[in-house]
């Protein structure tokens, strides 16, 4: 019981010098943890004495473990490009670089400087998009779901809404668009079937309680085979005919060809936006490769309505959002498709990828890798069902294994055919020397 009466006093611990950095509020309370789960264990014998100095050590590793980050860079060598789990589109440095100044000081968010008084936060990120989208007006919310539910509950509440059944999707989180449209108060209409509709299919279903054709896209999958689907000039050509609105929930979207074939798979957004739909909404990251928004674009009376919506101040988006959105805008303006790391990763060529796979397989060690080629997929909800080339390398051994010691050091690769494969397709070029230093870490053990 000698140690019991030796049990160090929480405030002399505090004393150490080890512990001279720590807050004093937070690390008390792991002090006195420490020291009551030590007092239990001699009281129950299961310990006969104890170091003082490791009880300080550990009181110290629990308190940085405390104050440790939780969100950390990771190295993205899975092949997917728009990865949702690993954050989806990276921004570069420069446009970071570029927005630092507004964000580290007051700004005009909602000042009008030319007029001294309220101004609206919407404004600023708006004209560029305006000038680059070529549309009349546009609107930024937080992200893509919330652009969804502002439209129909601004524009449809407890009027219907006309969807085709092949599109009443489900993407990540349990996002349902079904269950969207009824919190929104909008009345889903479903016309078609799973594998075929047709725009006569919308034309039948319109009443005169009708508030739109909505078109949504698939994200996750596709609908292959003996399949039809009305396009969204058809759907447009025909609300205009009809009188009632039309809306594109697209999702993602992009604005400068894509290679691999995968803008013949789907429109762009100037594509789209030529036949003037009434609204398309989309997401500010994924292709766009920008920071996560809604972006809706449309009609000037239409957006005023959204503006109006009370609930748009809850979906609103802060200056941080603005800011980046505004300088991923000025890049696309000024042709600087370089500051935009989603396309870039996307367009490196097969031998750009083969030149990096030889020089990280020399440093890592030829004998441990190989390099083979394989297919991955842009990601994100983007483009499903259309595979895109990549170079990879198989690290070898037993491939769980090697995925586990891998992830813990903030690498995640993929398994393909019980090969543990590290695929350069998303590898970013500031990764490769920590990617080859944690390499050298997993294979030496």
Partial sequence: MNSLRNLPKIDKLLAKPQLAHCNPLHVKPIAQKAVDELRKKLQKAEIESFDEEALVEQIKAQYEALLAPSLVPVINATGVIVHTNLGRSCLSPELLKRAHECL????????????????????HVSRHLRTLLGVEDVLVVNNNAAAVFLILNTLAMGKESIVSRGELVEIGGSFRVPDVMARSGSKLVEVGTTNKTRIGDYNAAIT??????????????????????????????????????????????????????????????????????????????????????????????????????????????????????????????????????????????????????????????????????????????????????????????????????????????????????????????????????????????
């Fill in 104 to 123: 580290s000081n007051y700004t005009n968010l909602e000042y009008d400087l030319e007029n001294g008084c309220r101004g609206e936060r919407y404004a």
């Fill in 208 to 445: 005169d309680e009708t508030a739109m054709l909505m078109k949504v896209h698939r994200s996750n999958f596709s609908i292959e085979g003996f399949s039809e689907e009305a396009s969204m000039e058809e759907i447009t050509n025909l609300a205009q005919k009809r009188g009632v609105l039309d809306y594109y929930d697209l999702g993602s979207a992009y604005i400068t060809p894509l290679p691999y074939g995968l803008s013949h798979a789907e429109p762009s957004l100037h594509q789209i936006l030529a036949n003037e739909p009434t609204l398309v909404s989309f997401s500010g990251d994924k292709l766009l490769g920008g920071v996560q928004a809604g972006i809706i674009v449309g009609k000037k009376s239409l957006i005023q309505a959204l503006k109006k919506n009370q609930l748009l101040r809850m979906l609103r988006v802060d200056k941080l959002t603005l800011a980046l959105l505004e300088e991923s805008a000025k890049a696309y303006l000024n042709d600087e498709l370089h500051l935009i790391p989603t396309l870039n990763l996307l367009h490196r060529g097969i031998p750009t990828l083969e030149t990096i796979a030889k020089r990280l397989r020399c440093k890592i060690g030829a004998q441990m890798c190989d390099i083979l080629h394989s297919h991955t997929y842009v990601g994100g909800g983007t483009m499903p069902n259309r595979p895109i080339p990549t170079v990879a390398l198989h690290v070898k051994g037993n491939a769980k294994n090697l995925e586990r010691k891998f992830r813990a050091h903030g690498a995640i690769g993929r398994i393909e055919s019980d090969k543990f494969l590290l695929d350069l397709r998303a590898l970013l070029p500031q990764s490769e020397a920590r990617l080859v230093e944690i390499a050298k870490k997993v294979l030496e053990c």
